[in-house]
């Protein structure tokens, strides 16, 4: 994947298989502190301890189409290219939670890329499942939830 928002879609498209209904992804750039972190929470059906464990392996998927799964065993890899790691958190039937850490300035890690479209590719796509978008970079955060948006 050449971007990190590529990394965010495949990530996302997880937790909507999961039967997710509302997924927060967020994404803090801290220059000062030489971190871009991303963060990825969903009220899907989660995983049990065994499971969280293997995820990283990219020869295990829960999958029937396939016989390997790579997308969280990519978005580790790119993180640790960058001097940063991944951390997953999972409680059968409470959700998930992805949190990659990367090396800001890092001359290794990845472009951020066009969130913007993946934000509508997903929000488009689907529908029925309330995103929650949050951007942080030194003083300034935007939010963007789409239960809102329908609302009004």
């Known amino acids: ?3 990190l928002s590529l990394h965010i879609l495949d990530i996302v498209e997880n937790s909507i298989v999961a039967r997710a209904k509302r ?7 801290d220059p000062k502190e030489n971190l871009l972190t991303i963060e990825i929470s969903d009220d899907g059906q989660g995983m049990d301890a065994e499971t969280v464990k ?18 969280l065993p990519l978005l580790g890899q790119a993180a640790r290219e960058s001097g940063g790691g991944i951390e997953i958190e999972s409680k059968v039937g409470r959700g998930t939670r992805v949190k990659a850490a990367f090396g800001y300035s890092h001359i290794d890690r990845k472009p951020l890329g066009d969130i913007e479209a993946t934000l509508r590719t997903l929000i ?18 935007y939010c963007l939830d789409t239960k809102e948006m329908k609302n009004n």
């Open 1 to 3: 994947m050449e971007d």
């Open 23 to 29: 997924i927060e992804i967020k994404i803090t750039e």
């Open 124 to 141: 488009v796509g689907n529908p029925e499942v309330e995103f929650i978008y949050r951007y942080k970079k030194s003083n300034s955060e």
């Open 54 to 71: 293997k995820v990283m392996d990219p020869f295990f998927t829960t999958k029937t189409t396939r016989r390997v799964g790579l997308g």
